[in-house]
Protein backbone atom coordinates (compact mmCIF):
# COMPACT_ATOMS: atom_id res chain seq x y z
CA UNK A 1 0.00 0.00 0.00
CA UNK A 2 2.76 2.46 -1.00
CA UNK A 3 1.80 5.76 -1.93
CA UNK A 4 3.79 9.17 -3.20
CA UNK A 5 3.30 12.53 -1.81
CA UNK A 6 0.12 13.99 -2.51
CA UNK A 7 1.40 17.20 -3.34
CA UNK A 8 -0.87 18.91 -0.49
CA UNK A 9 -4.15 17.49 -2.38
CA UNK A 10 -5.23 15.21 0.29
CA UNK A 11 -5.11 12.59 -2.59
CA UNK A 12 -3.70 9.05 -2.10
CA UNK A 13 -1.59 8.48 -5.10
CA UNK A 14 -0.19 4.95 -5.40
CA UNK A 15 3.60 4.42 -6.63
CA UNK A 16 4.68 2.20 -9.58
CA UNK A 17 5.89 -1.57 -8.95
CA UNK A 18 9.73 -1.03 -9.48
CA UNK A 19 10.65 -4.69 -10.29
CA UNK A 20 9.08 -5.72 -13.73
CA UNK A 21 11.26 -8.90 -15.26
CA UNK A 22 8.97 -12.12 -16.44
CA UNK A 23 9.49 -16.08 -15.68
CA UNK A 24 9.48 -17.63 -19.38
CA UNK A 25 8.28 -21.22 -20.07
CA UNK A 26 11.61 -20.75 -22.50
CA UNK A 27 14.59 -22.00 -21.18
CA UNK A 28 16.96 -20.05 -22.34
CA UNK A 29 14.95 -16.73 -20.56
CA UNK A 30 16.64 -14.98 -17.86
CA UNK A 31 13.82 -16.32 -15.44
CA UNK A 32 13.15 -19.57 -17.05
CA UNK A 33 9.85 -21.68 -15.32
CA UNK A 34 11.56 -24.09 -13.29
CA UNK A 35 9.87 -26.31 -10.40
CA UNK A 36 11.13 -25.44 -6.97
CA UNK A 37 13.18 -22.04 -8.65
CA UNK A 38 10.46 -18.95 -7.03
CA UNK A 39 9.45 -18.22 -4.23
CA UNK A 40 6.16 -15.80 -3.62
CA UNK A 41 6.14 -13.58 -0.73
CA UNK A 42 2.89 -12.67 0.15
CA UNK A 43 0.69 -11.14 3.34
CA UNK A 44 -2.85 -12.58 3.39
CA UNK A 45 -4.13 -9.06 4.56
CA UNK A 46 -2.92 -7.41 0.83
CA UNK A 47 -5.83 -7.94 -1.81
CA UNK A 48 -2.53 -7.19 -4.51
CA UNK A 49 -1.25 -10.48 -2.91
CA UNK A 50 -4.72 -12.50 -2.58
CA UNK A 51 -5.09 -12.13 -6.50
CA UNK A 52 -1.72 -14.00 -6.68
CA UNK A 53 -2.27 -16.79 -4.27
CA UNK A 54 -5.39 -17.33 -5.87
CA UNK A 55 -4.13 -18.30 -8.73
CA UNK A 56 -1.55 -20.02 -7.43
CA UNK A 57 -4.00 -22.15 -6.51
CA UNK A 58 -6.36 -22.44 -9.43
CA UNK A 59 -3.58 -23.05 -11.51
CA UNK A 60 -1.82 -25.96 -9.33
CA UNK A 61 1.10 -24.62 -8.53
CA UNK A 62 1.25 -25.39 -4.77
CA UNK A 63 4.18 -27.96 -5.57
CA UNK A 64 5.83 -25.49 -8.05
CA UNK A 65 6.27 -22.05 -7.07
CA UNK A 66 6.83 -21.73 -2.63
CA UNK A 67 4.22 -19.28 -0.86
CA UNK A 68 6.44 -17.43 2.43
CA UNK A 69 3.81 -15.89 4.21
CA UNK A 70 4.21 -12.70 6.43
CA UNK A 71 2.04 -11.08 9.46
CA UNK A 72 -0.86 -9.31 8.32
CA UNK A 73 -0.16 -5.87 9.09
CA UNK A 74 2.89 -4.00 8.38
CA UNK A 75 5.67 -3.10 11.63
CA UNK A 76 7.49 -0.05 12.05
CA UNK A 77 9.72 -1.45 9.31
CA UNK A 78 7.30 -2.54 6.81
CA UNK A 79 6.35 -6.08 6.21
CA UNK A 80 8.00 -8.89 9.02
CA UNK A 81 7.82 -12.51 9.73
CA UNK A 82 6.19 -12.89 13.26
CA UNK A 83 5.69 -16.70 13.79
CA UNK A 84 2.09 -15.94 14.75
CA UNK A 85 -1.00 -17.47 13.09
CA UNK A 86 -0.06 -18.25 9.74
CA UNK A 87 3.27 -16.04 9.55
CA UNK A 88 6.45 -17.88 9.15
CA UNK A 89 9.16 -17.19 11.30
CA UNK A 90 11.26 -15.53 9.78
CA UNK A 91 12.99 -15.41 5.79
CA UNK A 92 13.61 -19.53 5.12
CA UNK A 93 15.86 -18.30 2.11
CA UNK A 94 18.16 -15.98 4.11
CA UNK A 95 16.93 -16.22 7.78
CA UNK A 96 16.08 -12.22 7.65
CA UNK A 97 12.55 -10.96 9.39
CA UNK A 98 11.89 -7.71 7.34
CA UNK A 99 10.53 -7.89 3.96
CA UNK A 100 13.41 -4.82 2.92
CA UNK A 101 15.82 -6.80 4.22
CA UNK A 102 15.19 -8.87 0.84
CA UNK A 103 14.72 -6.03 -1.28
CA UNK A 104 17.95 -4.81 0.02
CA UNK A 105 19.62 -8.40 -1.20
CA UNK A 106 18.79 -8.14 -4.44
CA UNK A 107 18.73 -4.38 -4.59
CA UNK A 108 21.03 -2.47 -1.75
CA UNK A 109 20.66 0.86 -3.49
CA UNK A 110 16.84 0.19 -3.99
CA UNK A 111 14.79 2.34 -1.52
CA UNK A 112 11.42 1.09 -1.31
CA UNK A 113 8.62 0.88 -1.47
CA UNK A 114 9.20 -2.81 -0.28
CA UNK A 115 5.59 -4.30 -1.00
CA UNK A 116 3.99 -7.86 -1.37
CA UNK A 117 3.28 -9.57 -3.63
CA UNK A 118 7.59 -10.27 -4.63
CA UNK A 119 8.44 -12.81 -6.66
CA UNK A 120 11.86 -14.15 -5.95
CA UNK A 121 14.47 -15.73 -7.76
CA UNK A 122 15.98 -18.25 -5.32
CA UNK A 123 19.34 -19.59 -8.15
CA UNK A 124 20.06 -15.43 -8.80
CA UNK A 125 19.14 -14.58 -5.76
CA UNK A 126 16.60 -11.81 -6.72
CA UNK A 127 13.51 -10.38 -7.05
CA UNK A 128 11.77 -10.85 -10.34
CA UNK A 129 8.70 -9.40 -10.28
CA UNK A 130 6.59 -6.76 -7.63
CA UNK A 131 3.40 -5.71 -9.88
CA UNK A 132 0.79 -8.32 -8.96
CA UNK A 133 -1.14 -8.44 -12.24
CA UNK A 134 2.38 -9.05 -13.73
CA UNK A 135 2.40 -12.00 -11.70
CA UNK A 136 -1.03 -13.45 -12.31
CA UNK A 137 -0.18 -13.65 -15.59
CA UNK A 138 3.02 -15.13 -15.29
CA UNK A 139 1.56 -17.86 -12.85
CA UNK A 140 -1.46 -18.50 -15.14
CA UNK A 141 0.86 -19.54 -17.97
CA UNK A 142 4.51 -19.55 -17.61
CA UNK A 143 4.84 -22.75 -15.62
CA UNK A 144 2.22 -24.79 -18.04
CA UNK A 145 4.30 -27.18 -19.03
CA UNK A 146 5.28 -28.66 -15.98
CA UNK A 147 1.49 -28.91 -14.76
CA UNK A 148 -0.90 -32.04 -15.53
CA UNK A 149 -3.16 -31.53 -19.25
CA UNK A 150 -6.21 -30.53 -16.78
CA UNK A 151 -4.52 -27.59 -15.66
CA UNK A 152 -3.63 -26.28 -18.85
CA UNK A 153 -4.86 -23.12 -20.15
CA UNK A 154 -6.21 -24.58 -23.47
CA UNK A 155 -7.44 -27.34 -21.61
CA UNK A 156 -9.22 -25.15 -18.65
CA UNK A 157 -13.22 -24.27 -18.80
CA UNK A 158 -13.43 -21.68 -21.45
CA UNK A 159 -9.98 -21.30 -22.63
CA UNK A 160 -8.72 -20.27 -19.25
CA UNK A 161 -8.27 -17.17 -16.88
CA UNK A 162 -7.53 -15.41 -20.08
CA UNK A 163 -8.45 -16.65 -23.56
CA UNK A 164 -7.90 -14.88 -26.62
CA UNK A 165 -11.52 -13.96 -27.34
CA UNK A 166 -12.11 -12.39 -23.90
CA UNK A 167 -8.98 -10.68 -23.91
CA UNK A 168 -9.94 -7.13 -25.22
CA UNK A 169 -12.95 -7.67 -22.63
CA UNK A 170 -11.51 -8.66 -19.59
CA UNK A 171 -8.44 -5.59 -20.25
CA UNK A 172 -10.85 -3.56 -20.35
CA UNK A 173 -12.69 -4.57 -16.97
CA UNK A 174 -9.77 -4.51 -15.44
CA UNK A 175 -8.84 -0.84 -16.29
CA UNK A 176 -12.24 0.52 -14.67
CA UNK A 177 -12.18 -1.87 -12.04
CA UNK A 178 -8.96 -1.13 -10.85
CA UNK A 179 -9.48 2.49 -11.01
CA UNK A 180 -12.66 2.89 -9.88
CA UNK A 181 -12.77 -0.07 -7.45
CA UNK A 182 -9.81 -2.23 -6.21
CA UNK A 183 -7.68 1.52 -6.04
CA UNK A 184 -10.66 3.46 -5.55
CA UNK A 185 -11.36 2.08 -1.72
CA UNK A 186 -7.74 3.11 -1.23
CA UNK A 187 -8.49 6.57 -2.72
CA UNK A 188 -11.54 6.67 -0.36
CA UNK A 189 -9.72 5.53 2.67
CA UNK A 190 -6.70 7.03 2.52
CA UNK A 191 -7.84 10.77 1.79
CA UNK A 192 -7.10 13.32 4.38
CA UNK A 193 -9.14 16.28 2.91
CA UNK A 194 -13.32 15.90 2.73
CA UNK A 195 -12.69 17.16 -0.99
CA UNK A 196 -10.29 14.02 -2.15
CA UNK A 197 -12.60 11.40 -0.18
CA UNK A 198 -15.63 12.69 -1.87
CA UNK A 199 -13.55 12.95 -4.90
CA UNK A 200 -13.30 9.37 -4.65
CA UNK A 201 -16.24 7.94 -3.09
CA UNK A 202 -19.30 8.65 -5.47
CA UNK A 203 -16.80 6.55 -8.60
CA UNK A 204 -16.48 3.80 -6.74
CA UNK A 205 -20.21 3.29 -5.64
CA UNK A 206 -20.56 3.86 -9.48
CA UNK A 207 -18.35 0.88 -10.22
CA UNK A 208 -20.32 -1.37 -7.58
CA UNK A 209 -23.46 -0.15 -9.21
CA UNK A 210 -21.70 -1.03 -13.41
CA UNK A 211 -20.75 -4.31 -12.07
CA UNK A 212 -24.46 -5.17 -10.20
CA UNK A 213 -25.82 -4.24 -14.07
CA UNK A 214 -23.62 -6.50 -15.58
CA UNK A 215 -24.23 -9.52 -13.65
CA UNK A 216 -27.79 -9.10 -14.00
CA UNK A 217 -26.72 -9.06 -18.03
CA UNK A 218 -26.97 -11.35 -20.45
CA UNK A 219 -23.32 -12.79 -21.47
CA UNK A 220 -22.13 -13.82 -25.01
CA UNK A 221 -20.22 -17.10 -25.86
CA UNK A 222 -17.12 -17.40 -27.71
CA UNK A 223 -19.31 -17.20 -30.86
CA UNK A 224 -20.75 -13.82 -30.17
CA UNK A 225 -24.13 -15.07 -29.72
CA UNK A 226 -26.46 -14.34 -26.48
CA UNK A 227 -26.56 -16.86 -23.62
CA UNK A 228 -30.29 -17.96 -22.37
CA UNK A 229 -29.04 -17.55 -19.07
CA UNK A 230 -27.70 -14.92 -16.49
CA UNK A 231 -23.97 -14.88 -16.12
CA UNK A 232 -22.14 -16.78 -13.55
CA UNK A 233 -19.00 -15.11 -13.44
CA UNK A 234 -17.94 -11.31 -14.56
CA UNK A 235 -17.90 -12.03 -18.23
CA UNK A 236 -20.23 -14.67 -18.64
CA UNK A 237 -19.66 -18.77 -17.92
CA UNK A 238 -16.29 -19.05 -17.60
CA UNK A 239 -13.96 -18.08 -14.60
CA UNK A 240 -11.72 -15.41 -15.45
CA UNK A 241 -8.42 -12.92 -14.63
CA UNK A 242 -11.41 -10.50 -13.95
CA UNK A 243 -12.98 -12.21 -11.09
CA UNK A 244 -10.06 -12.54 -9.42
CA UNK A 245 -8.84 -9.17 -9.65
CA UNK A 246 -12.74 -8.42 -8.58
CA UNK A 247 -12.91 -10.93 -5.47
CA UNK A 248 -10.01 -9.54 -3.65
CA UNK A 249 -11.57 -6.09 -2.87
CA UNK A 250 -15.19 -7.61 -2.73
CA UNK A 251 -14.64 -10.02 -0.37
CA UNK A 252 -12.79 -7.21 1.94
CA UNK A 253 -16.10 -4.25 1.06
CA UNK A 254 -18.22 -5.34 4.04
CA UNK A 255 -16.17 -6.14 6.87
CA UNK A 256 -13.15 -3.68 6.29
CA UNK A 257 -13.47 -1.10 3.44
CA UNK A 258 -16.80 -0.16 4.32
CA UNK A 259 -16.61 0.24 8.17
CA UNK A 260 -12.59 1.56 8.10
CA UNK A 261 -12.34 3.01 5.06
CA UNK A 262 -15.83 5.24 5.29
CA UNK A 263 -17.00 3.47 1.92
CA UNK A 264 -20.19 3.90 3.70
CA UNK A 265 -23.09 4.20 0.97
CA UNK A 266 -23.98 0.90 -0.15
CA UNK A 267 -23.10 -2.82 1.21
CA UNK A 268 -22.40 -5.28 -0.85
CA UNK A 269 -24.72 -7.79 1.40
CA UNK A 270 -27.85 -5.53 1.62
CA UNK A 271 -27.35 -3.18 -1.10
CA UNK A 272 -25.86 -5.31 -4.04
CA UNK A 273 -27.76 -8.56 -4.03
CA UNK A 274 -26.04 -9.98 -7.74
CA UNK A 275 -22.51 -8.91 -6.05
CA UNK A 276 -22.94 -10.94 -3.44
CA UNK A 277 -24.70 -14.04 -5.30
CA UNK A 278 -21.56 -13.80 -7.24
CA UNK A 279 -19.24 -13.08 -4.10
CA UNK A 280 -20.95 -16.45 -2.27
CA UNK A 281 -20.73 -18.57 -5.25
CA UNK A 282 -16.79 -17.89 -5.60
CA UNK A 283 -16.44 -17.69 -1.71
CA UNK A 284 -18.07 -21.11 -1.20
CA UNK A 285 -17.09 -23.55 -3.92
CA UNK A 286 -14.61 -25.87 -2.22
CA UNK A 287 -14.88 -28.54 -4.68
CA UNK A 288 -15.46 -27.74 -8.04
CA UNK A 289 -12.92 -27.78 -10.90
CA UNK A 290 -12.94 -24.47 -12.00
CA UNK A 291 -11.95 -22.74 -8.72
CA UNK A 292 -10.38 -26.06 -6.62
CA UNK A 293 -11.28 -24.00 -3.27
CA UNK A 294 -9.14 -21.47 -3.91
CA UNK A 295 -11.27 -18.33 -2.97
CA UNK A 296 -12.36 -19.78 0.05
CA UNK A 297 -9.14 -20.86 1.49
CA UNK A 298 -7.26 -18.15 0.75
CA UNK A 299 -10.25 -15.50 2.56
CA UNK A 300 -11.68 -17.55 5.11
CA UNK A 301 -8.98 -17.64 7.61
CA UNK A 302 -8.43 -14.02 7.55
CA UNK A 303 -11.88 -12.20 7.12
CA UNK A 304 -12.03 -11.73 10.74
CA UNK A 305 -8.81 -10.01 10.73
CA UNK A 306 -9.30 -7.89 7.66
CA UNK A 307 -10.57 -5.14 9.82
CA UNK A 308 -7.93 -4.65 12.64
CA UNK A 309 -5.61 -4.58 9.88
CA UNK A 310 -7.09 -2.10 7.75
CA UNK A 311 -7.85 0.39 10.79
CA UNK A 312 -4.32 0.19 11.73
CA UNK A 313 -3.02 0.99 8.17
CA UNK A 314 -5.73 3.79 7.91
CA UNK A 315 -4.55 4.85 11.38
CA UNK A 316 -0.76 5.42 10.20
CA UNK A 317 -1.61 6.64 6.55
CA UNK A 318 -3.92 9.37 7.94
CA UNK A 319 -3.36 9.94 11.23
CA UNK A 320 0.36 9.53 11.80
CA UNK A 321 -0.30 6.42 14.29
CA UNK A 322 -1.35 9.06 16.40
CA UNK A 323 -4.18 9.14 18.87
CA UNK A 324 -6.37 6.22 19.51
CA UNK A 325 -6.89 3.54 17.47
CA UNK A 326 -10.51 2.34 17.13
CA UNK A 327 -11.61 -0.92 15.21
CA UNK A 328 -15.22 -0.96 13.68
CA UNK A 329 -16.94 -4.22 14.51
CA UNK A 330 -19.62 -5.85 11.57
CA UNK A 331 -22.01 -8.71 12.29
CA UNK A 332 -21.07 -12.99 12.10
CA UNK A 333 -21.50 -14.63 9.99
CA UNK A 334 -19.86 -12.88 8.03
CA UNK A 335 -20.47 -14.52 4.34
CA UNK A 336 -23.43 -16.65 4.01
CA UNK A 337 -24.11 -19.72 3.36
CA UNK A 338 -25.33 -20.67 -0.30
Not at 63 to 72: A, F
Not at 138 to 160: S, Y
Not at 232 to 247: F, H, I, N, Q, S
Request: glycine share 8%.
Amino acid sequence: MASKDNQGTGAFIRSESAFRNFISPDPGASFPAEKGRYALYISPICPWAHRTTIVRILKGLEDIVDLYELHPSMGPKGWYFSGEGSSLPADPLYGFKYLPDLYKKADPSFNGPFTVPMLWDKKSHTVVNNESSEIVRMLTTAFDHLLPEHLREVNRPGGGLYPEYLRSAIDETNSWVYNKINNGVYKTGFATTQQAYEANLYPLFDGLDLVEKILISVPFDENGYPGTQSRKYLLGDTLTEADVRLYTTIIRFDVAYRPVFLCSLKSIRHDYPHIYSWLRRLYWDNGSQDTRGAFHSTSAPFLAVYGQSYATARHKKVFGGQGPLIVPRVRTPLIDQL
